[in-house]
């Protein structure tokens, strides 16, 4: 099956909060991408024809007391100095839809909302505490990952 490699590009979103239900998620999709020279494509068209998806994004951790000290004069920094370093690992979770033609817009914006701004694991993996929070769309890695074999997986791209 070809899957679209480049998704959701057009689709405004910020990840800050959970929402009780699909609804009021996507009434808050819509709000959000309310402006005059952008339309959003139909919440209940399909976007992409599989019933299972799994999603990585880009997780960003500081360490603390570096983050903290502000007495740091960046500009005068090396480009080598370890202090630039930042801890980036790759998060991800799985979302599915019981909908046999695959997800809708508003269906998949929903689930990888809610995927976005849950802890897991105990963890606090929740984008809506990063710098880099706002969806920019969805990109293909592959459907030939070892640990979810045969399931599609695309990259989560952010922004600030």
Known sequence: MDLPKE???NVYWAFYQKFETQEEFEAALIKYNDIPSKRLPPLDRIMLPVQKVVIQYPWVSLDEEEDEDDDIDWDSLADDDPRWEIDEEDKQFVIDTINPAGFTLGE?????????????????YDLSDQDHHFFEGLEF????????PGVPVYYMILGS
Do not use: E, R, V
């Open 108 to 124: 998949l914006m929903y689930k990888i909302n809610q995927g976005a701004c849950t802890p897991m694991n105990g963890s606090s």
């Open 141 to 148: 890695l592959t459907d030939d990952d070892p640990d979810f």
């Open 7 to 9: 998704l959701l590009q």
